[in-house]
């Protein structure tokens, strides 16, 4: 076969559902001698445009039928499509049944997922899945030698002008491109169909998954500068506030950790609802330096702060609730990478302009922790796939084991110490006071270093502030998973813990609580562990 690029368009089919650019596209082929096949409401577009068009169902000798299921399936339009121009046979064969070439081909498809995401019930979404579009479409891209394929509107400028530059057809390179693109249109389709499907009959892990995305941008560089990457974005009915769907009101683009990180950032802020007082979560390397809640955002910021300001230089600070000035002033006094929240009034806009190279985003609103989906891992030779953890653990969840009770201002700090230590990569220790963290112990391969890593973070933190005490004494500590020996307990009861809260499940349960008996502790358990990975 001969990726020719001498034989020139004679006729074109434009059949599209999205009627942006069609007219001036139409113009343009007209004015080239290009003959124009359409159907439905593309064609009604165009002869109401002026533009010369010829109904499909006159150019195959049948008429639409079955409501539009069937108007383009039909030998003299995929004939016209498929023929090999340098193929004896297949020109004999078109010469034998009146098949006209049909040289390019514009597509664009049924709106199967803006009809989903519309919230349509059943049946007209199923109406709503295009049927000869795809078939013209693979096709067109299989023919690509020959075809030109666009189910892009985005295309329709470098079509034109290769056009020009060609002698009334298109590139070689431009057609197998074009045609790359089609099969992935086809192919993301498909799988926004097949997804919708296993969706409406309750298949939470079908037997074949099917992912599909959409580039957002390419991005510098991977986690490192040798590692290639891109931002992809998913549809949902229901899009979820975050970094998807944040918009970046300043500075340079975001790299791949900062996207990954301003991700957990949010993530975790967004479990703490406005309603209970505004909170702040600063991350660095996708882990929580420090989280709290305060009176007001400032007051929330600086105790969160608190807790680890060595790592917060150069991190990612967001805020549940919306950016006033005097929080971005004092935002301001360190660099930071990022700032997320869900609004900021015109002041702290303002403030933080001044910082050119920080990126603020506006999310428009909280994510909800509550929200069903699935996370995706990738693995040597496929994936993992599962529920995203949207446990959470309420008061009337906790059950008290140990021979004191714990006070309410315990409870309040396990309950907040828990929700953090579900967003802590495993294994995770979290020492809170007052509402606001004040050691965290991230990704030890032991329970009892981590204990023993928030502990001293703790006293670094204390002596760094100034502070005659150690900010963990009178604590309460959190563990995402259970203590398998005592001595994890013991290590946070040396720092000053009052009360644990812990998921329970141990073999050496009775072991663990009597340890803390021993040590005058509360201790609850939760029932549900946070193992992240």
């Known amino acids: 076969m001969n990726n020719t690029a001498s034989i020139p368009i004679k006729r ?90 049909i040289d390019l081909l514009v597509v664009n498809l049924y709106p199967f997922e803006e009809t989903v995401e519309k919230g349509a019930d059943f049946a007209t979404c199923i109406e709503n899945i295009d049927i000869g579009g795809p078939a013209m479409i693979r096709s067109a891209s299989k023919n690509h030698a020959f075809v030109t394929v666009v189910v892009e509107a985005d295309d329709y400028d470098s079509v034109m002008t290769s056009i020009k ?24 389709y498909d799988a926004a169909i097949s997804s919708w499907f296993a969706n409406e009959l309750g ?41 998807a769907t944040a918009k970046q009101m300043q500075g340079k683009e975001l790299s791949y950790n900062n996207l990954n990180d301003t991700d957990a950032a949010f993530e975790l802020v ?59 002033t004092e935002i301001s006094k360190i660099f930071t990478e990022v700032v997320i929240a869900t609004d900021a009034d015109e002041d702290a806009l303002a403030i933080m302009s001044a910082k050119k190279n920080l990126r603020l ?35 009337d969840d906790l059950q008290v084991v140990t021979k004191r009770q714990p006070s309410q201002q315990e409870l309040e700090d396990m309950l907040f110490a828990f929700t953090v230590c579900k967003h802590v990569k495993s294994n995770a220790i979290i020492y809170v006071k007052d509402g606001a963290t004040v050691g965290i112990g991230a990704g030890q391969m032991s329970r009892v270093d981590s204990s023993r890593t928030a502990a001293r973070k703790a006293v ?18 959190a563990s995402d998973a259970f203590f398998p020996f005592a001595d994890g307990l013991l290590s946070a009861a040396e720092a000053g813990v009052t009360a644990v809260i812990q ?31």
């Open 165 to 188: 530059e060609n002698n009334g057809t298109t590139s070689p390179e431009l057609r197998k491109k074009l045609a790359a693109k089609a099969f992935a249109r086809t192919g993301s």
């Open 503 to 533: 998921p329970g499940g141990s073999i050496r349960d009775e072991e663990i609580i009597a340890a803390a008996d021993e040590k005058g502790l509360a201790m609850v358990l939760t029932g549900m562990r946070h193992f992240r990975h």
């Open 12 to 101: 074109a089919l434009l059949s599209v559902s999205d009627k942006t650019g069609l007219v001036e596209l139409g113009q343009f082929l007209a004015d080239q001698g290009i003959e124009i096949l359409s159907t439905g409401g593309s064609a009604k577009t165009l002869a109401d445009a002026g533009v010369p068009v010829k109904e499909v169902a006159n150019h195959t000798g049948f008429p639409e039928m079955m409501d539009g299921r069937v108007k383009t399936l039909h030998p003299k339009i995929h004939g016209g499509l498929l023929a090999l121009r340098d193929n004896d046979d297949h020109l004999a064969s078109m010469s034998e049944h009146d098949i006209g070439s």
């Open 203 to 243: 298949e939470i892990h079908p037997q074949r998954l099917n992912i599909t995305a959409q580039k957002k941008q390419t991005l510098r560089y991977g986690e490192n500068p040798h590692q290639d990457a891109a931002f992809y974005l998913t549809r949902s009915a229901e899009p979820r506030p975050g970094i």
């Open 361 to 395: 985003l506006l999310t428009g609103g909280l994510a909800d922790p509550r929200t069903v989906g699935q996370t995706i891992k990738s693995v040597a030779g496929g994936y993992l796939v599962q529920d995203r953890d949207n446990g959470i653990v309420t008061l």
């Open 460 to 477: 670094d933190a204390s002596e760094a502030a100034g502070l005659p005490y150690t900010l963990t004494e009178g604590s309460v500590v």
């Open 270 to 328: 967004s479990e703490f609802d406005l309603t209970e007082g505004p909170a702040v979560a600063i991350i660095k390397h996708a882990n929580p330096c420090g989280v709290a809640r305060g009176d007001n955002y400032i007051d929330a910021y600086n105790r969160a702060l608190l807790c680890d300001q060595t790592s917060a230089f150069g991190g990612i600070i967001a805020l549940n609730g919306k950016l006033d000035a005097e929080t971005a």
